[in-house]
């Protein structure tokens, strides 16, 4: 297993350089860019800002780019085809867009599940959708000390009446990775379709969404080191029977016929530079073996998928020590899987709290010492009121990302103790 560069990996964004002293735990909400993206995104501002289709040079640049940011963003998904990939303003956007096409199919009385362990972009979308159309809802529940569902409790729901099932690949708030080949195949053997929310998963593992088998799979770049964009990926079948919400002058084709309006084509050459990011480590910094598991594919699909494994192994060790160092502290709970050996069965958004201390004290704390964590709900509010945080103000959540260190753990935990003890 080949160690990371953290040094090269660090100085491939210049956020951390530009500010040395702050420590980037927030990026469950966000994260930095590499100098790629930023060079991508100002390249496009300069050489290619110009709307689609047009005669001449900077359009047929910009042309260039929205094409290529498809081919891209199929690579790092393992679509079948760059018609699959639909390009948005996020994910929660993207969501209530496709909603509307989808919610067409069904009919009233019909039934639709949900879980609660979701960021409320896949929940609130399908609630309205469920209320415009009759539908029933039902929620799948996560087991409260394991963090986990139990997937029995989901074939106890699936009915033949059940259309659509949409739960998340990783929790925002507990960190759990989900089951996703399996819950696609359970619903696919009542003949529903699958909606996956990989929001939180994207940053911290490969995506292969013909491995999985789901009908559709959302995620957002911002949250794995690129800009602010939102990107569905819908099967080419499931998409053909959906009724566009468009314009008449708007292509019919996929994807455009769900691309609405102009997109922000700066941000989708920053979206291909961050998939290049990824190639650039599975293909120059990964070892062979982590290519070897994915000799299904070539080229910069292989590196990509590589290079999330790669960065993952970096990550367990980090996570294990943030985890380990706050179970021992007098009075706190961390919301998630915390057990040494299972770390791979979550990514490293770690939600604590600490008895007698408000989440948002604690964030204050650590900010005023430049340690940027989150605090709040989050938009998780299905798996707050679940675990019953709401009214002590939810949660402190502290998300790694594959550019922090043992030192910045280090530190993050002393301050937290420090503040703590006070
Ligand atoms: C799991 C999850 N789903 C959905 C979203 C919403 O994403 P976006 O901001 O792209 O709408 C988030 C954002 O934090 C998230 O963490």
């Known amino acids: 297993m080949s160690v990371l560069d953290i040094d090269l990996i660090r100085s491939q964004f210049p956020a951390l350089g530009s500010s040395p002293d702050a420590v980037f735990l927030d990026n469950p909400g966000g994260t930095q860019t590499p100098q790629m993206v930023i060079d991508a995104m100002t390249d496009c501002l300069i050489n290619a800002n110009a709307n689609l289709g047009g005669a001449f040079h900077t359009s047929r640049r910009a042309d260039d780019i929205v094409s290529q940011a498809h081919v891209a963003m199929a690579d790092f998904v393992n679509a079948k085809s760059e018609r699959e990939i639909i390009f948005g303003q996020n994910m929660t956007t993207l969501t209530f867009h496709i909603s509307r096409s989808i919610g067409r199919l069904f009919s009233e009385g019909d039934e639709i599940i949900l ?38 409790r989901l074939d106890d729901l699936l009915t033949d009446r059940t259309k659509l099932v949409c739960f998340n690949h990783a929790s925002n708030m507990t960190g759990t990775i989900n089951d996703a080949k399996t819950v696609s195949q359970k619903a696919h053997a009542v003949g529903a379709l699958v909606y996956v929310d990989s929001v939180q998963f994207a940053p911290h593992g490969a995506i292969d969404v013909q491995d999985i088998g789901c009908d559709f799979l959302v995620c957002s770049p911002y949250k794995f080191f690129g800009p602010h964009m939102g990107v569905l990926w819908g099967r080419e079948e499931v998409l053909k029977t959906l009724e566009p919400y468009k314009v008449r002058p708007a292509s019919d084709a996929l994807p455009d016929c769900f691309e609405t309006g102009t997109l ?5 050459a920053g979206v291909i530079a961050t998939v290049d990011y990824f190639d650039w480590v599975g293909r120059d910094l ?61 990514v490293p958004t770690i939600s604590f709290t600490a008895e007698g201390h408000k989440p948002r004290d604690i964030a204050q704390a650590l900010g005023d010492q430049h340690i940027y964590v989150w605090d709040g709900h989050n938009y998780a509010v299905e798996p707050i009121n679940h675990l019953g945080l709401m009214e002590g103000g939810g949660v402190v959540r502290v998300g790694l990302a594959h550019y922090n260190t043992a030192e910045e753990i280090d530190r993050t935990l002393d301050a937290i103790a420090a503040h703590l003890a006070a």
Do not use: C
């Open 264 to 268: 922000s084509h700066e941000s989708m």
């Open 286 to 346: 990964a070892d062979d073996s982590y290519r070897a598991r994915y000799d299904r594919f070539d080229g910069r699909r292989q590196h990509v998928h590589a290079a999330m494994e790669y960065l993952t192994d970096y990550e367990i060790p980090l996570t294990r020590q943030l985890i380990d160092g706050l179970v021992t502290m007098p009075g706190v709970k961390v919301h998630g899987i915390t057990n040494s050996n299972a770390l791979s069965k979550r």
């Open 115 to 152: 879980t609660n362990m979701e960021h409320d972009a896949n929940v609130s979308p399908w609630l309205l959708m469920a209320r415009d159309h009759g539908l029933v809802v039902k929620y799948l529940p996560f087991d409260t000390s394991s963090f986990e569902f139990d997937l029995d």
